[in-house]
Nanobody, 116 residues
Framework: QVQLVESGGGLVQPGGSLRLSCAAS????????MGWVRQAPGKGPEWVSD????????YYLDSVKGRFTISRDTTKNTVYLQMNSLKPEDTAVYYC?????????WGQGTQVTVSS
């Protein structure tokens, strides 16, 4: 069955870094755009970043540009989100998403907390 399993979240101080991973299985990874969406406490979902099927084109929320980097490894069926210079406002549950025009899959989320 389809699975998206996120990992790499945790507690980090402001200015710190984390790398989120999302391991995909049960579908043809190379055919899917991959992305990350986050949801902060008491707020709605917020799109963070996408990467196209080839990995050449990437897209970012303005507030994370220059700090976050999305990448994908087709040999491992995994998408990554490298997060640097983290801020308290980055605190949220981060969800991995796989999508085509016809389908969309979601992971269970991983908590990222930025606090001193």
């Amino acid at each position: 069955q389809v699975q998206l399993v996120e990992s790499g979240g945790g507690l980090v101080q402001p200015g710190g870094s984390l790398r989120l991973s999302c391991a995909a299985s049960g579908f043809t990874f190379s055919n899917y755009y991959m992305g990350w969406v986050r949801q902060a406490p008491g707020k709605g979902p917020e799109w963070v970043s996408d990467i196209n099927t080839s990995g050449v084109n990437t897209y970012y929320l303005d507030s994370v540009k220059g700090r976050f980097t999305i990448s994908r490894d087709t040999t491992k069926n995994t998408v990554y989100l490298q997060m640097n210079s983290l801020k308290p406002e980055d605190t949220a549950v981060y969800y991995c998403n796989a999508q085509t025009v016809a389908r969309s899959y979601w992971g269970q989320g991983t908590q990222v907390t930025v606090s001193s």
